[in-house]
């Protein structure tokens, strides 16, 4: 019962050498487009009506595919689809791809609260017209033969190894046992629990739903003013270094993605290889001019 629990993490060669960066892709950008992913995705499991379940496991098993291969070889935006496709089954709410399509293209055509999407201005609200975000029948086949061999990418390049444990459950369970069940705790948890698949530490391949369920009840209960038992998170499994580590990397997910928005922004959108071999052509120019 205990394996039901974990999840396979991350090897320390595998976070000090991804088979991006052997491929010439910079540790920076590649965090950037891992966030974008992911934030994709939570954006449009968002539209879709989609349980956080769904949208964690389709963003973990996206970041696992990326620790096992290269964004110079598998494009992000067909990855999103294939890893979203994949959850909704895995998880028990299948989606079409057409909806999953329709929805990518909506939020990357027109200003919304998502920060993948253009930034939102009165002028830009104001003209946004269907024809912004149709997809053409022709499209639409095109995206969707590029989504199912996205989908059979990510099985093949994860060995079918598609069980995602999440921290959400355990996390109601360890409150519930400190007699601390409130609902403004838990959804503050929750918060920190879902902030973290964006996180630029990857905290879902690099540690445990019970050590990430401590880490979001302890910050949850701190902020709520809920005192708790002094070594509580002894009992659940997590020693106070890993504690100590988890908390510094959820509370710094804020600003990383403050940050994330001004770089993406800047760099515009990198969802295929094109655009992705046109912005690192421009980093080696700008490299050569300023070594001059």
Avoid at 80 to 101: C, M, N, Q
Avoid at 103 to 119: A, G, K
Wanted: hydrophobic share 45%.
């Amino acid at each position: 019962m205990v394996s039901l629990l974990c999840n396979p993490l991350a090897t320390a060669e595998q976070l000090a050498s991804s088979p991006s960066l052997s491929d010439g892709v910079p540790a920076d950008l590649e965090t950037t487009l891992r966030w974008a992913g992911c934030t994709l995705i939570q954006s449009a499991g968002i539209l879709l009506q989609l349980p956080q379940k769904t949208i964690a496991t389709a963003s973990i098993l996206f970041q696992r595919f990326y620790l096992l291969s290269s964004l110079r070889a598998y494009p992000l935006l067909p990855t999103v689809h294939g890893a979203l496709y994949l959850s909704t089954k895995l998880t028990e709410h299948p989606t079409k791809p057409r909806d999953i399509i329709n929805v990518t293209t909506y939020l990357l055509s027109c200003p919304s609260p998502s920060p993948i999407s253009p930034p939102p201005s009165k002028a830009a609200v104001a003209a946004v017209t269907p024809e912004q975000y149709y997809v053409s029948e022709s499209t639409y086949y095109t995206a969707r033969t590029a989504l199912l061999a996205a989908e059979t990418q990510i099985l093949r390049a994860t060995g079918f190894q598609t069980a995602v444990s999440l921290p959400y459950t355990l996390a109601i369970n360890y409150l519930q046992a400190l007699d601390a069940l409130d609902g403004a705790v838990v959804r503050r948890a929750f918060g920190y629990l879902t902030d973290a698949l964006v996180s630029p530490g990857l905290l879902y391949l690099t540690h445990q739903p019970n050590s990430l369920a401590v880490a979001a009840v302890y910050l949850a209960a701190r902020e709520e003013g809920v005192k708790l038992p002094g070594g509580w998170w002894e009992v659940f499994d997590v020693e106070r270094e890993e504690l100590g580590f988890l908390v510094v990397g959820m509370k710094g997910v804020t600003e990383f993605v403050e940050k994330q928005v001004k770089v993406w922004r800047r760099e515009g959108g990198l969802w295929g290889v094109d655009e992705l071999e046109m912005a690192l052509e421009r980093r080696r120019v700008l490299e050569e001019a300023m070594e001059e």
